[in-house]
Nanobody, 131 residues
Framework: VQLQASGGGLVQAGGSLELSCEAS????????MAWFRQAPGKEREFVVSITWSGKKSYYADSVKGRFTISRDNAKNTVYLQMNSLKFEDTAVYYC?????????????????????????WGQGTQVTVSS
């Protein structure tokens, strides 16, 4: 599976960005999708994820109410709409998928928030929020 993330950039605090991640190489709709981020000097952290069907999504407390994840299985693409951006949202954002797991399956809530659940990762896109 290849994941291509795009949409990052420089934005002022309070502004918005939409990230996209397009998948190729396998049946996109079979697996969960997630976004993680990594700021300089920090570990990679969970941001948001969505089940294969799009019916359930999970958010880190730090982005709840500001970020929205969605997916279009017909376009093999997952989106991350980021509103009310803060300086602390500055990071490289990575999309990921769990394509090696059982397809079309629902797991525990914790599964969708865990880095180790995802076996394919995109190259990352930089988001910089100026204060």
């Amino acid at each position: 599976v290849q994941l291509q993330a795009s949409g990052g950039g420089l934005v002022q605090a309070g502004g918005s960005l939409e990230l996209s991640c397009e998948a190729s190489g396998r049946t996109f709709s079979r697996g969960a999708m997630a976004w993680f981020r990594q700021a300089p000097g920090k570990e990679r952290e969970f941001v948001v994820s969505i089940t294969w069907s799009g019916k359930k999504s999970y958010y880190a407390d730090s982005v709840k109410g500001r970020f929205t994840i969605s997916r279009d299985n017909a376009k093999n693409t997952v989106y991350l709409q980021m509103n009310s951006l803060k300086f602390e949202d500055t990071a490289v954002y990575y999309c990921a998928t769990d394509q090696d797991s059982m397809p079309y399956t629902y797991y525990s809530d914790n599964y969708y928030r865990t880095h180790e659940s995802y076996d394919f990762w995109g190259q990352g896109t930089q988001v910089t929020v100026s204060s």
